[in-house]
């Protein structure tokens, strides 16, 4: 631990991060999968996690250490036995971050090669409209996040359980399921939202019309579940079908506002889960049960990505505020012109409690979106979300601390520290 720098994280996170501990999201419906509550005694004393915090006394942890460059934030696999919130940033030396931890996309660029292209031609139909249709955002223009998360964690853990580098087919066809429900979902999202605009062109249903484009969408989604069978897993399934199901209760949770402000923040962060971190988690639980991984590898699988999930839409919720439309591809300040109200909005109202009332109308009135706009830029709102991104990607890190050293692993902690920095 460094000492002589003080950089505590705010108190309305930690009474955040205190209050998420004790929610308990419900996992699988199937009868092999309990309820998950990460900050219960009886999860860290089923995990057998040796130490105790020195600070509160109360979780046996091994938080990551985080750390600050002038890169920004940087997640170092040093791990202490003092809680995230009570440890003391150190200063990382520049270029330390990329010489000791790997980059994420050469690691994997072999295996996600040709995927653009395996998509389309699963995507070929007679239909020529349709097929233009469905391949449209297949241009190899999207970030590939999901689809590299999913062969970084399957061979980290082929290393971690058969000490070899390994992608099984399977495994492979997983990453493919995860692009192609994720695009499929961009498509749906489009329509409900009317968007004109999406990575930086026009989108699907501005140029075709909502109606092809819904149907565009139920047609990728049925290709995923034809390469998803051919896995011939019926765990997997199980698994995966659990994401479209999140999907669809996460837009209309969206859809709705909670009038007790006390349960606003809550309900965000399980619509946050269900529209965005359910694939990332359960697609890297699925490649765990393909590599032979035990329930505890699984928990530690699915834990990574559902918390680096979270915090890759707290960042994109963020840069909906701080990044130009150029940057992003879509309009600055979209959410709150749809009336959606994210983590920079419910932590401004600790300083502005006026932003309530226009919640609850969801920014209808006139100069309701630059009001909420002006608030969020002059309070802690950014700063909180951020915080609030850092401590979940710190437990990201913290699930795969105890899997086989390899650098796979390293660029898992790279990936990361990618999500907190990210521009777009």
């Keep these: 631990m460094a000492s002589g720098v003080s950089c505590r994280v705010p108190s309305v996170v930690d009474r955040l991060w205190a209050f ?28 057998k996690l040796s130490g105790c915090c020195t600070s509160c006394s109360v979780h046996p942890c091994k938080y990551a ?10 997640l170092s696999e040093t791990f202490s036995t003092s809680c995230l919130w009570s440890q003391v940033p150190v200063v990382n030396k520049p270029g330390t971050d990329s010489e000791v931890f790997p980059d994420p996309h050469k690691l994997v ?14 995507l070929w139909v007679p239909k020529k409209d349709l097929e233009q249709i469905s391949s449209y955002y297949f241009d190899g223009q999207g970030k590939v996040f999901r689809p590299m998360l999913v062969c970084l964690v399957s061979r980290a853990l082929h290393f971690h359980i058969h000490h070899e580098k390994r992608l099984l087919d399977s495994q492979r066809k997983i990453a493919l399921v995860s692009e192609i429900i994720h695009t499929a979902s961009l498509i749906h999202d489009d329509v409900i939202d009317t968007s004109d605009a999406r990575r930086g062109k026009p989108s699907v249903n501005l140029i075709w019309g909502q109606k ?6 139920d047609f990728i989604l049925s290709k995923a579940a034809k390469i998803l069978a051919k896995v011939g897993s019926e765990e997997v399934i199980l698994m995966l079908s659990e994401v479209l199901l999140d999907l669809v209760q996460g837009e209309f949770m969206q859809m709705g506002s909670k009038e007790n402000e006390s349960e606003r923040f809550s309900h965000y ?28 590898l699984q928990e530690s699988a699915f834990q990574y990505g559902r918390n680096v999930g ?9 840069l909906d505020f701080v990044s130009s439309q150029a940057e992003m591809g879509k309009p600055a300040t979209a959410d709150l012109r749809l009336g959606l109200a994210t983590a920079p909005v419910l932590f401004a109202c600790e300083k502005f409690p006026e932003l309530n009332f226009l919640i609850m109308r969801r920014f209808s009135e006139s100069n309701d979106v630059e009001r909420a706009y002006e608030a969020v830029m002059k309070s802690d709102g950014l700063e909180h979300t951020r915080m609030l991104a850092q401590k979940h990607c710190t437990e990201a890190v ?20 990618k999500v907190l920095n990210r521009k777009k």
């Design 269 to 296: 962060l399980q619509k946050t889960f269900k529209k965005t971190a359910s694939l990332m988690a359960y697609t890297c639980k699925a490649v765990a049960y393909l590599a032979g991984a035990d329930e505890e």
């Design 398 to 417: 913290r699930h795969i601390t105890l899997w086989s050293d390899c650098l796979e692993k390293k660029a898992l902690v790279t990936l990361a520290n």
């Design 65 to 74: 250490q985080l750390q600050t460059s002038c890169f920004g934030v940087f």
């Design 20 to 47: 998420m501990g004790m929610m308990r999201l419900k996992r699988l419906r199937s009868p092999v999968v309990k309820w998950l509550n990460i900050s219960s005694s009886g999860f860290w004393k089923e995990r």
């Design 109 to 122: 660029a072999a295996d996600l090669a040709d995927m653009y292209l395996e998509i389309k031609k699963e």
């Design 212 to 217: 092809k484009a819904i149907l565009a969408g």
């Design 310 to 318: 979270i915090a890759f839409q707290l960042i994109d919720d963020l």
